[in-house]
């Protein structure tokens, strides 16, 4: 027993209590996890829109690779030249200054003297075309190539303008405080390279500008040296950025989107009215890249409290459900170790039964053979000791044959095989002859046995035999727990529909505690080894099995100055 609870703690107890608390260390997680669920999705929106967005500008790009190509096919190509900066404006109205510039960097239009913007551009770029290293950031798919007498700088990290709050390890996204676009130094003629077309951007005054170029392909002897370019005019482009500011309906109810500038403001979003509490704390966010450095896709949690619900309770149900699961799991083992118990009672008690029956097969066996001898050896002269030795050997005859009867019909009872031949019969009589013929056993063991049955029949619905059975078990059982006292009384008691045959005695009575406990089968209240008693602990048992069987019952009672008081109920019949 002691082995297999050992067994039972070692593969079930612990190792369920060691997962419970392993359970409940990771709820603690539980939030982080979902957290950290949340913002991989939620990246994933941002990342998408953030591509979206350089997708625009790459059809912006052709657009205006078209649009040169176009103008060069209607227009006088040294017209074009003085004229492009109005030509591609009317045609195009993305473009905020229209510009050409010649394969060594000389800008051939718009010219110094036209209108104020054109000025302006001139100003800021003339120096950047023809021979300064500036500060880009720039998307061609070629490395930068270094001139003669100009190195080119690496990269430099530069911080973010947006903190997201979700920040996810290394590898999921490029969060983080440092942005991974990082603006190197250059000449615009290494920027070109040997490319047909590309996009640079540059802080001017900390004001953005995006300039597209466009080498013209098959172009005749003029324009094959040229370079056509535009400054984009940006407020047009936001407006048609706008659009893409949506968030799909799944997600709607939890995040709103924004698209934010380089000093993190937002310049489209997916919900007016949705306004965070600090636009550079969204919750994750994506960078668009170099064509415009340092904007951002945005994404701000409508509800950052609800998280923390929802936190909450995923911890609480699945707390509940570890207490639960360890609960069960407790029961089980409790369960099994209950069970465990009775099976080994049960076996300690069938191995005590075949010792118990040898034993009790083994005394009367002894008697009647000892008796039986001494007859056959023809020393006993005295008739009343043969006698007396003659009713021994009827009485141990007898209670051999009930021992045995006990078994086989228990083992019936088992099997479900007892049969029972029910009829109508005065229960009075069946008491009467069954005691009768055990009365002298009784007397010559020195009981007193008084009987106390009515007049009238009592009619009751029986197998008489059966009967007969639990009536001897328990008058046997008052013999043998009498306890020096030998008197034995049995009477009938009929009420409200039942008749009560009781059996009376002043013996030892049923321990305190074992009263339900003495209908087990093979139980014993009495120890056989103080008491010295022999029994199987069967009699009860087929006691009750067989008055049940009738509809009635054992019933057992403490007696009113000691001994037990054993009734069989039966249904009274009219
Ligand atoms: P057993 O063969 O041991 O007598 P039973 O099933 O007849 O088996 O009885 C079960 C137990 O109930 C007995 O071992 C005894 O402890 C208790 N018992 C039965 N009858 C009496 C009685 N008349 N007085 C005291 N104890 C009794």
């Avoid at 996890?33 to 967005?53: P, T």
């Avoid at 003339?126 to 500060?135: Q, T």
């Avoid at 615009?188 to 300039?211: C, D, H, I, P, Y």
């Avoid at 080498?215 to 040229?226: E, G, M, Q, V």
């Amino acid at each position: 027993m002691k082995k297999l609870a050992l067994i039972l703690i070692a593969a079930v107890v612990a190792p369920s209590l060691i997962l419970g608390a392993l359970a409940i260390r990771s709820l603690r997680d539980q939030r982080f996890l979902l957290e950290r669920q949340q913002s991989i999705v939620y990246q994933g929106v941002a990342d998408s829109l953030a591509k979206q967005i350089k997708s625009k500008l790459e059809e912006k790009q052709v657009e205006f690779g078209n649009e040169v190509q176009t103008l060069l096919a209607r227009t006088n190509e040294s017209q074009l030249v003085n004229n492009f900066d109005d030509a591609l404006r009317t045609d195009w109205p993305l473009a905020a200054v229209g510009f050409v510039i010649s394969q060594d960097g000389q800008l051939l239009s718009p010219s110094l003297f036209s209108r104020p913007d054109a000025r302006q551009f001139r100003l800021d770029n003339d120096r950047f075309f023809c021979c300064d290293s500036v500060e880009v950031y720039w998307t061609a798919n070629m490395p930068l190539q270094a001139t003669t007498n100009q190195e080119v700088l690496t990269t430099k990290s530069e911080q973010r303008s947006v903190a997201p709050t979700c920040v996810l390890p290394a590898g999921l996204n490029t969060n983080g405080t440092l942005s991974k676009v990082g603006p190197a130094t250059a000449e615009f003629v290494q920027l070109m390279g040997t490319s047909n077309e590309g996009m640079v951007a540059r802080f001017l005054r900390n004001q953005l500008k995006v300039l597209l170029w466009y080498r013209p392909t098959a172009a005749n002897a003029i324009s094959k040296n040229l370079i056509f370019g535009a400054e984009l005019d940006l407020p047009k482009l936001i407006a048609e950025l706008r659009v893409l500011a949506k968030v799909e309906p799944t997600f709607a109810q939890d995040i709103s989107v924004a698209f934010l500038d380089d000093t993190a403001r937002p310049i489209a979003l997916s919900d007016t009215n949705f306004l965070p509490r600090n636009w550079k704390r969204p919750f994750v966010a994506s960078e668009i890249g170099e064509a415009l450095p340092h904007w951002e896709v945005a994404v701000y949690l409508r509800d950052p409290a609800k998280m923390g619900h929802s936190a909450q309770l995923a911890t609480t149900s699945l707390g509940f459900l570890i207490f639960g699961l360890l609960i069960v799991i407790s029961f089980g083992c409790w369960f099994v170790v209950r069970c465990l118990g009775k099976e080994l009672e049960l076996a300690r008690q069938k191995t005590d039964f075949v010792s118990n029956v040898s034993h009790e097969l083994k005394t009367p066996l002894t008697s009647i053979r000892m008796f039986s001898e001494l007859l056959n050896d023809g020393k006993v002269d005295d008739p009343k000791k043969r006698q007396s030795y003659l009713s021994i050997i009827t009485a141990e005859t007898a209670r051999l044959t009930r021992l045995i009867n006990n078994v086989l019909d228990f083992a019936r009872m088992e099997r479900g095989e007892k049969k029972y031949s029910f009829e109508k019969c005065d229960a009075a009589e069946v008491v009467r002859s069954t005691l009768e013929s055990y009365r002298p056993h009784l007397e010559s063991a020195g009981f007193s046995l008084r009987v106390q049955l009515p007049e009238n029949p009592l009619i009751v619905r029986a197998d008489r035999d059966a009967l007969a059975q639990v009536l001897v078990n328990l008058v046997s059982n008052a013999e043998k727990y009498s306890n020096g006292t030998k008197e034995i009384e049995v009477a009938t008691v009929a009420s409200n529909g039942t008749i009560d045959i009781e059996v009376l005695d002043r013996g030892v009575g049923v321990p305190d505690g074992c009263e339900e406990r003495i209908f087990e089968q093979f139980y014993r209240a009495h120890d056989p080894m103080s008491s010295g008693i022999q029994g199987s602990g069967l009699g009860l048992t087929l006691a009750q099995q067989i008055a049940r069987a009738h509809g009635g019952d054992i019933i057992y009672r403490r007696r009113d100055g000691g001994g037990s008081c054993f009734s069989i109920r039966l249904t009274k019949q009219s």
